[in-house]
């Protein structure tokens, strides 16, 4: 703008003292020299657009780095479009998979000079998120996905926790497909989950109630019981001493010298006797009656440990019906040759922040030619089908074909037996060469990144601290629901390998919707 200003004045000299044509000319020139700086970056700046028709729940978002663009999705289709700005270069915004965490309609950056982020939806803990901001029709962020104030704005409360946010490196839209490897479920199977997830809610309660009660009585008996040693250990000094007073009377009465001293011995004797033998009868019924005690501590000690492992087993069991009512991901990784299964509990993080979601679910699996890449796919689950489900693949980075990615995969049976007949719409599976992102913890949905691609956004953001919270709490009770620590996931995201002579350094470590939309 200072360099069309400052052409403004000697382009009106011109104008008063040349011919028109030539006039023209010259101010064609000038703009042409001060264009080029700005048109190379806004060659093209996408519209918002909003689909011509009744629009559903959104299921997943789609960035394009390559156009600036985001689309979110319903299960028929594209709903919305518009222009962001992701991260310059430098900063870049790491490409891969990624879930809403977080929402604040009215957010502050704690790290760029308490900078205004309205409708904030986090995406990494670590400070990547989607949120308004200024587009000047380029990436310029310092790796968030800035969206238009107002689509941010309109767009905040349609979206949940949990919803797919996939950032790719180009343009990429899901396309349907099919494969036996995608969950089928089972109607019957949906409809008993409710009553199931009831009456095991309520045996856990039981089973709760009586892991309670057996901890009382075990907490009682070793009450009881504690003062037993010191008691006998005052008996049995009380013995010593009566024996160690005999001891003397014996010893007195074998030196006596004359009738009298014997005497007198023979009745220190005596009386030393009885002192012992009242001691040892003292002592005698002190144990007896301290072994009933001690049988009692270590039996309630046992019932409590049994009870506590039944109320483990039948929250665990109560956990997973409930979970069955919730769409389930699942994350296939080639890296680490390992199977993830991730849920939204819906409980709130108890150290602050997002929400807790379930980790228990992580097995070996078996990929044929784990040496050659996969890519990476992200299957969803768009919609009930007459068949179980309708799906569709986003492919993010080319290693093999979506289908054949399916195929190379060998899934233990006991898995999908138990996630795949209750598995609903929103349901995902994620393929992938890549290992999850250190970002992947109990607050979030799968964080995995592309390698190869840029992640200098990453640069001056702290990664997540580890963090470690147990509980053995039932669901119901003001608790997680889990018998277990969550812990940060121990598979750390391998650096970049290839971004420009490695300068970069960074860290790697529901609601139903309303049916209408603005």
């Known amino acids: 703008m200072k360099n069309r200003l400052t052409t403004a004045q000697p382009t009106k000299a011109m104008r008063r003292r040349v011919p028109p044509g030539i006039v023209t000319l010259a101010a064609m020139a000038v703009l042409a020299a001060v264009a080029p700086a700005s048109a190379a970056k806004q060659a093209h700046q996408p519209a918002e657009a909003v689909a011509q028709r009744q629009a559903g729940d959104p299921i997943m978002a789609i960035v394009s780095i390559k156009s600036q663009q985001v689309t979110f999705y319903d299960a028929d289709g594209w709903i919305l479009r518009a222009p962001v700005s992701t991260g310059t270069t430098g900063r870049e915004t790491p490409a ?6 977080e929402k604040d309609k009215d957010h502050r950056s704690t790290m760029y000079d308490d900078a205004w982020m309205p409708n904030m939806q986090r995406i990494t803990w670590n400070g990547i998120a989607l949120h308004g901001g200024p587009l000047p029709g380029y990436a310029a962020s310092h790796g968030c996905v800035r969206m238009p104030f107002g689509f941010a704005e309109n767009l905040f409360d349609k979206t949940y926790i949990g919803m797919r946010v996939i950032i790719s490196p180009h343009d990429t839209v899901p396309t349907d497909i099919s494969h036996p490897s995608l969950f089928v479920p089972k109607p019957e199977a949906i409809a008993a989950a409710p009553r199931q997830a009831d009456k095991l809610s309520a045996e856990a309660d039981e089973a709760t109630r009586a892991a309670d009660e057996a901890k009382k009585a075990a907490s009682a008996a070793a009450k009881e019981a504690a003062s037993l040693p010191a008691v006998l250990r005052k008996l049995e000094q009380q013995k010593a001493r009566a024996d160690a007073e005999l001891a003397f009377a014996d010893k007195t009465l074998a030196n006596a010298k004359n009738d ?121 689950a768009m919609a009930k089908s007459a068949t179980g489900l309708r799906w569709s693949v986003v492919t993010i980075e080319n290693g093999d074909e979506a289908r054949n990615a399916l195929d190379r995969i060998t899934i233990p049976q006991e898995v999908w037996d138990r996630i795949g007949p209750t598995a609903l719409p929103r349901s995902s599976i994620i393929v992938s060469d890549e290992p999850l992102s250190s970002e992947t913890n109990y607050r979030t949905e799968f964080v995995a990144v592309l390698s190869d691609q840029p992640q200098g956004g990453f640069i001056t953001r702290k990664p997540t601290a580890p963090a470690m919270i147990a509980s053995d709490d039932g669901w119901d009770n003001g608790g997680n629901g889990f018998g277990f620590f969550y812990q940060r996931d121990p598979y750390v995201q391998p650096a970049n390998p290839r971004r420009q002579r490695g300068q970069y350094q960074y860290y790697q470590s529901t609601q139903p919707m309303q049916g209408s939309w603005w």
Do not use: C, M, W
């Not at 891969?96 to 965490?101: K, S």
């Not at 014997?262 to 003292?282: G, H, P, S, V, Y």
């Open 96 to 101: 891969g998979v990624f879930a809403i965490i």
């Open 260 to 380: 009298q001293a014997r005497a007198k011995a023979e009745e220190l004797k005596q009386k030393a006797a009885t002192k012992a033998a009242d001691a040892a009868t003292q002592l005698d019924a002190a144990k007896a009656a301290a072994q009933p005690k001690r049988d009692a501590v270590a039996a309630t000690k046992e019932a409590a440990k049994a009870t506590a492992a039944r109320k483990a087993d039948a929250v665990k069991a109560a956990t997973d019906a409930k979970l069955a009512g919730e769409p389930v991901s699942v994350y296939i990784s080639r890296s680490t040759q390992k199977l993830y299964v991730r849920r939204n509990t819906h409980k709130p993080a108890p150290d602050g922040g997002g929400e807790v979601f379930d980790t228990s679910i992580e097995v070996p699996v078996t990929i044929r030619n784990p040496e050659q890449p996969i890519g990476t796919h992200i299957f969803t």
